[in-house]
């Protein structure tokens, strides 16, 4: 049992489907309540684009980056994107928060995501 066990390769679908699950999550939040989360748009840009439109877009990109994450589609490349986003959320926070609880938060989760391009080919 262990041995079908280990080579299912749990541990790396339990991180991918948590990742997805935050993704999709916090992607279907921005889209349906972009004002909330507007503050945290870089401010280079809110000069080119509306802040409730930009977000709404990065709460697009969220969501299908965690169904393709789910759906195990490209994985490498989903992961890398998510990962890129990910940090860029990193960035964003540092930016309006600096050094907070909840810049050590989205670093742990861009991390997490990191490690998906180092998955083990089933």
């Not at 930009?54 to 697009?60: F, K």
């Not at 994985?75 to 050590?104: C, H, I, Q, T, W």
Request: net charge positive; hydrophobic share 60%; glycine share 4%.
């Amino acid at each position: 049992m262990m041995d079908l066990i280990r080579k299912i390769n749990f541990q790396d679908k339990i991180v991918r489907l948590a990742i997805a699950f935050i993704l999709i999550v916090f992607g279907a939040w921005e889209v349906l309540v972009p004002a909330y989360w507007a503050v945290f748009v870089p401010e280079f840009a809110t000069a080119i684009f509306n802040p409730l439109f930009a977000t709404r877009i990065h709460g697009l990109a969220l969501f299908v980056l965690g169904a393709l994450l789910i759906s195990g589609y490209r994985k490498n490349l989903v992961s890398l994107a998510s990962s890129l986003v990910l940090l860029s959320v990193v960035v964003s926070v540092f930016m309006y928060s600096g050094f907070s609880d909840l810049l050590v938060r989205d670093i742990v989760i861009f991390l997490c995501s990191l490690s998906l391009l180092f998955e083990k080919k089933e």
